[in-house]
């Protein structure tokens, strides 16, 4: 069974940072692409960023190009979503997600369709 859990959410304040980690198991992750999504109450789950499967290929949403940097460490099963400069629009619960191949399509994996039940980022003073 594919399963990924994210992890490493909080609380930080404005201007701060947070490392988010999503493990991946049940499937070899070094052969997928692998994307960090976030929605907030209301609106449409938004894809943020998204690593090829040989982490030679990355992709940022303009809301998050130049603060947020991802990489993944295919021996440990892991992608990490470093997140600097946080604002309080980056407030959401955060969710990463697997397609069907090794490529991105734009800031998401291609033919997303299995994410984790996601954690919750609280950026506030």
């Known amino acids: 069974q594919w399963q990924l859990v994210e992890s490493g959410g909080g609380l930080v304040q404005p201007g701060g940072s947070l490392r988010l980690s999503c493990t991946a198991s049940g499937f070899p992750l070094d052969r997928y692409a692998i994307g960090w999504l976030r929605q907030v109450p209301g609106k449409a789950r938004e894809g943020i960023s998204c690593i090829s499967s040989s982490g030679r290929s990355t992709n940022y949403a303009d809301s998050v190009k130049g603060r947020f940097t991802i990489s993944r460490d295919n021996a440990k099963n892991t992608v990490y979503l470093q997140m600097d400069s946080l604002k309080p629009e980056d407030t959401a619960v955060y969710y990463c997600?697997?397609?069907?191949?090794?490529?991105?399509?734009?800031?998401?994996?291609?033919?997303?369709?299995?994410w984790g039940q996601g954690t919750q980022v609280t950026v506030s003073s």
């Open positions: 997600g697997v397609g069907d191949d090794n490529f991105c399509s734009g800031s998401v994996p291609h033919g997303l369709d299995i």
